[in-house]
């Protein structure tokens, strides 16, 4: 009866109340600072993926300069990006724009020579309606002008979070490891040499994993844009840039990159660049996920393809592509934790029975009592 008055004595019952109010509070604050904490979780992964070149020149040159070299040719990427992405879109839309009117012409030409097309267009007036919107295409080149402005502004503030989250990967790059130094001072000793084992395995497994998916990504892209080029495909360079950033999404990205890049060769040399795209999509992601990739992240990563799936959905969630992107780096960096933790904690797992050992007997019931 004490112990009951104990636990639903005043104090008890203030310092619950008082908890949840923290927990409550704290959670509306992280929710509030949603999009710095992103910021920062992206700007941790950016400097654990960079470290690798930047300890790489650091043995030849001060780190300063060092996180130079590497940030410039991060900065020369999108620059080279756009070279190739931008002047095909621009050409290719001014050609849509002036030649709309023809290929309205011969979508005509080609229903009034077939009877069922026929039909159902004198029944909906189709091509008549298709020919009027071709002839006021060239003029909603204005409309296509604003709608870009309203995309500016939203460019201009990606690139204000791209800055900020560059200043925060430089001064992780410059300074994090003094940090962790620092903070394992007020550890001790033992667990400090375990911390800073998990956090060495984690950085490894990061820096992997990244380099990883960026060769097999580099594979993926190059081969289609061979393939492309030889079926004379447009836009061969564009795609292959399409297939490489997707290609680095887990497991679902490379099926939507062959889908996209085969819906634009149905513009081109229809069926045959279509059947012969299939095929190869088909028959490259068997190789790549046979091949390509185990033999790319097999000292990488060592997780479960449904954790990855799961991670991957969780990421995307809350941070859209790139979530994605580092969803599966995460997941491992947090199955290393784990397993440090019950390696700590000395919680083994059960040995498993072999198959050739007969399952236990259930338990004998106990014989009842003699009366």
């Given at each position: 009866m004490a112990a009951v008055t104990d636990t639903l004595s005043p104090r008890a019952v203030a310092r619950t109340v008082l908890t949840a109010v923290a927990v409550v509070l704290v959670l509306y604050l992280i929710y509030l600072l949603r999009k710095p904490i992103g910021w920062l979780?992206?700007?941790?992964?950016?400097?654990?993926?960079?470290?690798g070149p930047v300890n790489l020149l650091n043995r030849h040159m001060k780190r300063g300069f060092a996180i130079a070299i590497v940030y410039l040719a991060l900065l020369l990427i999108p620059v080279g990006i756009g070279a190739i992405v931008v002047p095909p879109i621009v050409n290719g839309g001014n050609d849509l724009a002036q030649n709309a009117p023809e290929y309205a012409d011969d979508v005509t030409?080609?229903?009034?020579?077939?009877?069922?097309?026929?039909?159902?267009?004198?029944?909906?007036?189709?091509t008549e309606k298709l020919e009027e919107e071709a002839a006021k295409l060239p003029t909603k080149i204005d409309d296509a002008?604003?709608?870009?402005?309203?995309?500016?502004?939203?460019?201009?503030?990606?690139?204000f979070a791209l800055i900020t989250i560059l200043i925060l990967t430089a001064f992780?790059?410059?300074?994090?490891?003094?940090?962790?130094h620092y903070g394992l001072r007020y550890?001790?000793?033992?667990?400090?040499e375990r911390l800073e084992g998990v956090l060495d395995r984690v950085r490894r497994t990061v820096a992997n994993y990244?380099?990883?998916a960026l060769a097999q990504a580099t594979i993926a892209a190059l081969t289609s844009y061979i393939l492309l080029k030889i079926l004379g495909v447009p836009f061969a360079a564009p795609l292959a840039l399409v297939i490489f950033f997707l290609d680095l999404i887990p497991l679902i990205g490379a099926t939507i990159g062959a889908v996209l890049v085969g819906i634009v060769t149905l513009f081109e040399d229809f069926p045959t660049a279509t059947i012969i795209w299939t095929v190869y999509s088909i028959v490259y992601q068997q190789?790549?996920?046979?091949?390509?990739?185990?033999?790319?992240?097999?000292r990488?990563?060592?997780?479960?393809?449904?954790?990855?799936?799961?991670s991957v959905l969780f990421g995307s969630a809350l941070l859209g592509v790139i979530g994605a992107l580092v969803a599966v780096p995460v997941a491992a960096s947090i199955q290393i934790a784990l397993r440090e933790y019950l390696d700590y904690r000395g919680i083994e797992p059960r040995p498993e029975p072999e198959d050739d050992e007969p399952p236990s007997p259930p338990p004998e019931a106990p014989e009842p009592a003699p009366a």
């Open positions: 979780l992206i700007a941790t992964f950016l400097a654990i993926a960079l470290s030409e080609f229903v009034n020579d077939n009877d069922t097309l026929r039909n159902i267009n004198d029944d909906y007036d189709v002008a604003i709608v870009l402005r309203d995309v500016g502004f939203g460019i201009v503030s990606s690139i992780m790059l410059g300074g994090g490891r003094r940090w962790i550890v001790p000793e033992d667990r400090a990244v380099a990883g190789v790549e996920n046979n091949v390509i990739q185990p033999q790319i992240q097999r990488a990563v060592d997780i479960n393809a449904f954790l990855v799936v799961v």
